[in-house]
């Protein structure tokens, strides 16, 4: 039976990373919270745990997913990971935010000529878009 795991999509020009782990995931992959799609230019098989790591605003946080699905596209590789840790997939999911945010800035400073601060960009970007932004 398949889980419904609401998915975040990592905006392309945000920084990230993905390393194999070693651990078994069988006995870990019975619960998952949250998840991500992402493009990284390494495959990792469907199964296999990763660390996950994202960079933002001078920021960083790692959490542990399943490979769910891993398909070649023309910009390397296109990931579905799931999160195992409840608290890890909160922190991914506020660096996610991050991440949005960031991009939303660099959108707006090239299709407007604003330039926003961090704040500015984060209080335009929660009354814009946060409703819509996976739970």
Same mark, same amino acid.
Request: net charge negative; hydrophobic share 40%; with cysteine.
């Given at each position: 039976?398949?889980?419904?795991?609401?998915?975040?999509?990592?905006?392309?020009?945000?920084?990230?990373?993905?390393?194999?782990?070693?651990?078994?995931?069988?006995? !870990?992959?019975?619960?998952?919270?949250?998840?991500?799609? +992402?493009?990284?230019?390494?495959?990792? #098989?469907?199964? @296999?745990?990763? *660390?996950?790591?994202?960079?933002?605003?001078?920021?960083?946080?790692?959490?542990?997913?399943?490979?769910?699905?891993?398909?070649?596209?023309?910009?390397?590789?296109?990931?579905?990971?799931?999160?195992?840790?409840?608290?890890? !997939?909160?922190?991914?999911?506020?660096?996610?935010?991050? +991440?949005?945010?960031?991009?939303?800035? #660099?959108?707006? @400073?090239?299709? *407007?000529?604003?330039?926003?601060?961090?704040?500015?960009?984060?209080?335009?970007?929660?009354?814009?878009?946060?409703?819509?932004?996976?739970?």
């Amino acid at each position: 039976m398949k889980q419904h795991t609401q998915l975040i999509d990592h905006p392309p020009q945000a920084v990230i990373c993905l390393t194999p782990c070693l651990q078994d995931p069988v006995s !870990a992959a019975e619960q998952t919270y949250g998840g991500l799609r +992402c493009r990284w230019c390494i495959p990792h #098989r469907p199964g @296999s745990l990763v *660390e996950v790591t994202i960079s933002a605003f001078q920021q960083q946080t790692s959490a542990l997913a399943l490979v769910v699905e891993c398909e070649l596209d023309d910009d390397g590789y296109r990931f579905e990971l799931h999160f195992l840790d409840q608290q890890q !997939a909160f922190a991914v999911r506020m660096m996610e935010q991050l +991440c949005h945010i960031n991009s939303y800035s #660099r959108l707006v @400073s090239r299709t *407007e000529g604003r330039q926003l601060g961090g704040n500015a960009a984060a209080l335009e970007w929660i009354d814009r878009f946060a409703e819509q932004f996976p739970a």
